[in-house]
C-alpha cells in the first residue's frame, strides 16, 4: 500500500508540536455555546375544533387553524391545539408567543398541489412567520407535505414550490418530537436575523434521489441560519441537506442525531457573512451522501472558521469529510471530486481575492470512524489557489475507502494518530500544493 500520491511539504511533528496540537484539542472542546433560550408561552389553549376544524381528511382547514393563532395571539399567546384526526390544510402564518401543536394521532397535511393557493407559480410557504418571538411547534403528530406531486417541478423554469416550515428574523424558537415529511422543498427553513432556535426529537422523511418511482427533489431537512442553535436527537433521511446552514450563523450545536439519506450536515453553499463555531458531535451517518461537507464558491463565500466535528460513526458513506470552494465550477473535471488528482487541482485557476473569497481556517476533526461507499474516496481537503484551507486538525479518524484522502490547496493540516486504510496498491493520501505533518 502507498503512502502518498504526491508529495510537497510533508514533516513528521515533534513532541512539541504535538504538546500544542493537544492544546487546540482541548479548547476545541471547550468551544460549546450555552443551550439556547426556549420560548415563553401562556397556558392557555385553543383547539381548532372551537374555530370550525374538522379533521375528517377532507375539508381545508386554513380558515379554522389561522382563526385560533389569531385568537391566541389576541389573548396575550398560548398553545393552539390539533387534535387527533387527519387535517387538510393550506398556509398559516404563526405569531408571537405561540404554539402550534400536533397531537399524537393527528396529521396535519399540506392541500394537494392542484388544491394549494398560488399553485406552482406563486405559492405562499406552509407554515410561515416573519419577525417574531417566543414560537413553537411541537407535539407527537406528523405534518406531511405531499411533496410527491411538486417534486418534478424542480426541474421546470418558472415554477415555485413552498417550505413546509419557513421563518424569518425569529426569537426563541423551539420545533420539538414532531415529524415532518415529504415536503414540496425545505422541512424546516430559518434565516434573517433569527437567534435562540432549537430543534429536538424531530423525525424528518422525504424519498431520496434512488427512489425509482418518486425520487425527491431539493427536500432539505434542516437549514437554519441564526445565532445560537441546538439541533438534537433528530432523525433524518432525505434527498438533500440534512442540515445546512448559510452566512450570519454562530454558536451552532448539533448532537445525537441519527442521519440516513442525504448530503450530510453541510456548511454553503452561500457563506457571506461569515460562519463560526459550529460542533457536530455524537451523530450517526449511514448511507449519506457526505458525512461532513462545507461548500462554497468566489461569488458566494465568506469566512468559515472554528468548526468541531467529534465522535462521529459513519457507515457507507459517500465522501465522510468534504470541504471545498468551487462548488459552481462548470468544467466537468472539476465536479468530479472522487476522481480529483493533485495534478487537476493544481490547474485550477487562481483569481484575485475579494470581498466573496471563501475562506476557510481552525477545523478540528476527532475521534471519527468511516467506512466509504464502494468507489468513493476517504475525503476531500481542497482551497483555492489564491486562498487554501487553513489550520485543520484530524485526530483519531479512522476511514476505510477505494480511494485516498485528497488535500490540495491547503496550509497547516495535522494528522495526528490517523489511520486512512486503502486497498493494496492504492495511495492513502493524495497531497498537492499543501503543507501537511503527520504523527503515527
Request: charged share 20%; hydrophobic share 40%; proline share 5%.
Amino acid at each position: 500500500m502507498k503512502l502518498f500520491e504526491r508529495e510537497w511539504t510533508l514533516h513528521v511533528m515533534n513532541a512539541q508540536a504535538l504538546a500544542a496540537f493537544a492544546i487546540v484539542s482541548f479548547l476545541a472542546a471547550l468551544s460549546r455555546a450555552a443551550e439556547p433560550a426556549l420560548p415563553d408561552i401562556p397556558s392557555r389553549t385553543f383547539d381548532i375544533t372551537a374555530y370550525g376544524g374538522h379533521g375528517d381528511g377532507r375539508t381545508d382547514n386554513a380558515a379554522a387553524i389561522q382563526a385560533a393563532i389569531d385568537a391566541a395571539a389576541s389573548a396575550g399567546g398560548g398553545t393552539v391545539r390539533i387534535p387527533a384526526g387527519e387535517y387538510l390544510c393550506g398556509p398559516v402564518r404563526l405569531a408571537s408567543r405561540v404554539r402550534l401543536q400536533v397531537d399524537a394521532g393527528a396529521t396535519l397535511r399540506m392541500l394537494p398541489l392542484e388544491r394549494y393557493p398560488g399553485g406552482s407559480r406563486d405559492p405562499q410557504n406552509f407554515i410561515s412567520g416573519q419577525k417574531l418571538h417566543d414560537v413553537a411547534i411541537t407535539g407527537r403528530g406528523t405534518i406531511d407535505g405531499q411533496g410527491v406531486d411538486w417534486w418534478p417541478l424542480a426541474r421546470e423554469e418558472g415554477a415555485r414550490r413552498p417550505r413546509m416550515i419557513a421563518l424569518s428574523s425569529c426569537r426563541r424558537v423551539l420545533i420539538e418530537n414532531v415529524t415532518l415529511k415529504n415536503s414540496p422543498m425545505f422541512h424546516i427553513a430559518i434565516g434573517g436575523a433569527s437567534a435562540d432556535v432549537t430543534v429536538r426529537g424531530v423525525t424528518i422523511r422525504a424519498n431520496p434521489s434512488s427512489d425509482r418511482e418518486h425520487p425527491g427533489h431539493n427536500t432539505d431537512a434542516c437549514d437554519v441560519s441564526a445565532k445560537h442553535v441546538l439541533i438534537r436527537d433528530c432523525d433524518v433521511s432525505v434527498r438533500d441537506d440534512n442540515f445546512t446552514c448559510g452566512g450570519g450563523t454562530s454558536d451552532v450545536l448539533i448532537t445525537h442525531c441519527t442521519y440516513g439519506y442525504g448530503h450530510g450536515v453541510s456548511i454553503g453553499s452561500h457563506t457571506a457573512g461569515e460562519i463560526s463555531h459550529i460542533t457536530v458531535e455524537h451523530c450517526t451517518f449511514r448511507n449519506t451522501e457526505c458525512g461532513i461537507r462545507i461548500k462554497s464558491d468566489r461569488d458566494r463565500g465568506g469566512t468559515v472558521h472554528d468548526l468541531v466535528y467529534r465522535d462521529l460513526e459513519m457507515t457507507n458513506v459517500g465522501m465522510p469529510i468534504l470541504i471545498y470552494a468551487a462548488y459552481m465550477a462548470k468544467e466537468p473535471k472539476f465536479r468530479k471530486l472522487d476522481d480529483l488528482t493533485a495534478d487537476l487541482a493544481a490547474s485550477y485557476p487562481a483569481a484575485p481575492v475579494g470581498p466573496r473569497t471563501p475562506m476557510y481556517h481552525d477545523i478540528t476533526f476527532s475521534r471519527i470512524t468511516a467506512t466509504v461507499a464502494h468507489g468513493r474516496r476517504a475525503g476531500l481537503i481542497w482551497g483555492l489557489p489564491e486562498s487554501p484551507v487553513r489550520n485543520v486538525l484530524l485526530e483519531d479518524v479512522r476511514i476505510t475507502s477505494d480511494k485516498p484522502l485528497g488535500i490540495y490547496d491547503a496550509q497547516g493540516v495535522r494528522l495526528v494518530n490517523c489511520n486512512i486504510v486503502t486497498p493494496q496498491g492504492v495511495n492513502r493520501f493524495s497531497i498537492g500544493n499543501a503543507q501537511v505533518s503527520v504523527s503515527p
